[in-house]
């Protein structure tokens, strides 16, 4: 196998890489499950042309290139899927760790976000490759160009066209981290104590509640919007979470945003939450119950037999909302 300077085995190439092979994946199809499918065939194919003698300058720069071309053949079969799925499709979560510097956990956060992956899922799976690659990982159009085997003049009309369609975004960030944290945590508390009022006032007042089941379990049918109609729905949620069996909620950070688990009283999981704050308000509350969605974060909790067995219990009085 040819010598790679700073890996002496495959093992090591495969731990020093694969966290940029993964970001580029999963960035790009919003899916664990196949962002891990992708990189898993790009170090093959990276192993493969190493053992063969290949001249590799940069494994890095090769990995790359293979899983961005794979990403957007993976994901124009995904748009297939995406047109049947049941109810709301959301990115597979993930949790990250919080960092020490406040401007990389930032940018790390933002390329990462649960609304940042659904505005993607509007663009053409070229447009999103070169969106992700330029705006995210700073790539050269020059670069680019040579990883999707097009002209630098033809990535640059991608690259403009895909940020007039992300378009200008507001900051998703609070300034200050400590300020997002204890509003995610006043957003939490008032949901397990069904508090509207709290509830009403942590709200934008175009705020977005999403729910994805996938048709595995139930889940929203659509997307409520409205501060009113969104805080009636959380608090209901919030007030009969006990009966459908959800036993713990606990905090973590999800895609680099507040979020929370639900775990039942055995400690399987349930569903993820996450919310998106920005100018003090909450402005989307994103919510996987798909367990197939969830197999990557630990054992998954039967949802469907909790609310089944929710039903034979009584009902503690849950306004119905609008």
Do not use: C
């Not at 990115?91 to 760790?97: F, G, N, V």
């Not at 992956?117 to 663009?123: G, I, R, S």
């Not at 009283?265 to 969830?294: D, F, M, W, Y």
């Amino acid at each position: 196998m040819t010598e790679v300077p700073g890996a002496s085995n495959d093992a090591e190439l495969f731990e020093e890489l694969r966290p940029k092979a993964f970001g580029v994946a999963y960035r790009m199809l919003g899916s664990v499950s196949e962002a891990e499918d992708v990189v898993q065939e790009a170090f093959l194919r990276l192993y493969r042309e190493l053992d063969g003698g290949g001249e590799i300058e940069s494994p890095e720069a090769y990995l790359v290139t293979v899983v961005s071309r794979l990403a957007i053949d993976e994901l124009r079969s995904a748009r297939a899927r995406r047109e049947t799925y049941v109810g709301e499709w959301l990115p597979e979560p993930i949790l990250t760790a919080e960092d020490a510097d406040p401007a990389r956990h930032a940018e790390i956060a933002e390329s990462l976000s649960v609304g940042l992956l659904l505005v993607l899922e509007t663009l053409t799976p070229e447009e999103r490759a070169v969106f992700l690659l330029r705006e995210v990982f700073d790539y050269p159009h020059e670069r680019i160009a040579e990883i999707l085997g097009k002209s630098p003049p033809a990535v640059r009309q991608l690259a403009v066209r895909a940020r007039r369609r992300v378009g200008e975004r507001e900051p998703r960030f609070e300034t200050s981290r400590q300020q997002r944290d204890r509003l995610a945590d006043r957003f939490f508390e008032a949901f397990e104590e069904g508090n509207l009022e709290e509830l009403e006032i942590l709200l934008a007042d175009d705020v977005a509640l999403r729910g994805d089941g996938g048709g595995k379990v139930p889940a929203l049918a659509r997307v409520v919007q409205g501060r009113v109609r969104v805080a009636r729905t959380l608090r209901n949620f919030g007030r009969a979470a006990e009966r459908f069996g959800v036993a713990t909620l606990r905090r973590v950070e999800v895609n680099g945003e507040p979020g929370a688990i639900a775990l039942d009283s055995e400690g399987n999981l349930i569903a993820v939450t996450v919310i998106n704050v920005a100018g003090g308000r909450i402005h989307a509350v994103n919510s996987v119950a798909n367990p197939e969605k969830l197999r990557h974060l630990g054992t998954v909790g039967d949802l469907g037999a909790l609310l089944r067995g929710a039903k034979q219990r009584p009902d503690p009085g849950v306004d119905p909302g609008p």
